[in-house]
């Protein structure tokens, strides 16, 4: 069964950084989709990052240059490192992983979530 864990949300100041962690078992396929997504109050959830089947990293417009996604193969475990972080970043990020290895950027692609953790940008 396949379970993903995110950890490392927190409450920061505009321009600070944080970097979330989600654990996924049993492991991490490399042919799959995994990445992250955002979901704010009242909002649609949106992609923020992932990584795709032939390992390529690819973001959301609204992050690139701010948002680092990255992968630990042995721990099993995916990372996001957000820097400069705006009031517009706040929301509920979720870790998932796809059954497939393209369109990594959709959410219906995705099969398995996470329970999300929150990111509070204050400014």
């Known amino acids: 069964q396949v379970q993903l864990v995110e950890s490392g949300g927190d409450s920061v100041q505009a321009g600070g950084s944080l970097r979330l962690s989600c654990s996924i078992s049993?492991?991490?396929?490399?042919?799959?989709?995994r990445g992250w997504f955002r979901q704010a109050p009242g909002e649609e959830r949106e992609a923020v990052a992932a990584?795709?089947?032939?390992?390529?990293?690819i973001y959301a417009d609204s992050v690139k240059g701010r948002f680092f996604i990255s992968q630990d193969i042995e721990k099993n475990t995916l990372h996001l490192q957000m820097s400069t972080l705006k009031p517009d970043d706040t929301a509920t990020y979720y870790c998932a992983r796809a059954s497939r290895g393209d369109s990594c950027l959709s959410a219906s692609a995705y099969k398995y979530w996470g329970q999300g953790t929150q990111v509070t940008v204050s400014s």
């Open positions: 990584i795709d089947g032939d390992g390529r990293m």
């Open positions: 049993p492991v991490i396929y490399n042919y799959y989709c």
